[in-house]
């Protein structure tokens, strides 16, 4: 088995500097995409819980797709909410990203590294 990794030195901290892992990792057909956070050219955008959820799952997305893999060929979601009043706002947004065909999802609270709202990752399979 091979890994491949995708995007390795690309991602930038809120420092600016280089962070030490891939944005995901693949082999066999299963896509691993690191956690995602509502950052834009190494800083924390948006503002509110709505905002920024869209933000994060479209950064997950994009890794997803750079890999080439869809939406559809994502099995799971995990999700960190840093206040856990937002998990029904949150849902709304997720919502309409992944529609009649959600993936299985774990949500929890949890105080966030940076300063963001959510946190966002996933793991993807499609037949090699």
Request: contains cysteine.
């Amino acid at each position: 088995m091979t890994i491949k990794r995708h995007g390795v030195g690309e991602g930038k901290g809120s420092s600016g500097r280089s962070l030490p892992f891939a944005k995901a990792t693949e082999a066999d057909g299963w896509l691993y995409v690191s956690g995602q956070t509502p950052m834009r050219d190494g800083e924390v955008a948006g503002v509110g819980i709505v905002e920024q959820a869209h933000i994060a799952i479209q950064n997950m997305l994009k890794i997803v797709e750079d890999a080439g893999y869809g939406v559809e060929d994502i099995m799971r979601v995990g999700v960190w909410l840093d206040d856990p009043r937002d998990f029904w706002s949150f849902n709304g947004v997720f919502e309409t990203y992944f529609g009649e065909n959600p993936p299985a999802r774990a949500c929890v609270q949890s105080s966030l590294v940076v300063d963001c709202k959510v946190e966002v990752d996933c793991i993807a399979y499609r037949k090699a």
